[in-house]
Structures are given as structure tokens and as C-alpha cells.
């Protein structure tokens, strides 16, 4: 019975393969985006590794961790130098 039903309406069957390969396509362009954000990931979580393995091990060798973190402690020390001395002023 279904290989007369099949005969009788090829255009059926061309329907029907379209709409699975379109959702097939859709499946796969989705893992793809996937698998793009996740290689992206772990690109970023190696980098951090990285940048806290070089702050520890400057931290060992009493360093500050990072660049930006020695240029942060100077200002804030300096802003508490000049506060200090504004009300040594007053």
C-alpha cells in the first residue's frame, strides 16, 4: 500500500526529503556555532591560566601579580598621601 501511495505522489516525497535535509542543515549550522563558542572558551580559560600562573609566580618572588595591579597599589597610595596631606593642612 505505501509503495502506491509513493508512486502516486512523488511530489510528496520530494516535500518531505527537503524539509528533513533543511532541518538537518539547521541542526548542524547550529553545532557549529557550538562548537565555534566553545573552542573560543577555551581559548579564554588557557589565557587566564596563563596570566594566573605568571601572577603566582610573581607573587613568590615578592612582585606585585600583575602590571596593572603594581600601577593600581601606586595610585591608590598616592591618593592617600595627598588625602593625608590635605588634612595635615587643615
Not at 29 to 47: C, G, P
Request: glycine letters at 2%.
Amino acid at each position: 500500500m505505501l509503495a502506491l501511495s509513493i508512486r502516486r505522489h512523488p511530489l510528496l516525497i520530494a516535500t518531505v526529503y527537503c524539509t528533513i535535509t533543511g532541518k538537518m542543515m539547521a541542526a548542524v549550522s547550529e553545532l557549529s556555532m557550538y562548537q565555534a563558542n566553545a573552542m573560543r572558551l577555551e581559548s579564554e580559560k588557557l589565557q587566564q591560566d596563563r596570566i594566573l600562573s605568571e601572577a603566582a609566580l610573581r607573587l613568590q618572588s615578592d612582585q606585585p601579580p600583575t602590571d596593572d595591579a603594581e600601577y593600581e597599589w601606586i595610585r591608590l597610595v598616592c591618593a592617600i598621601m595627598v588625602q593625608v596631606e590635605f588634612h595635615a593642612i587643615l
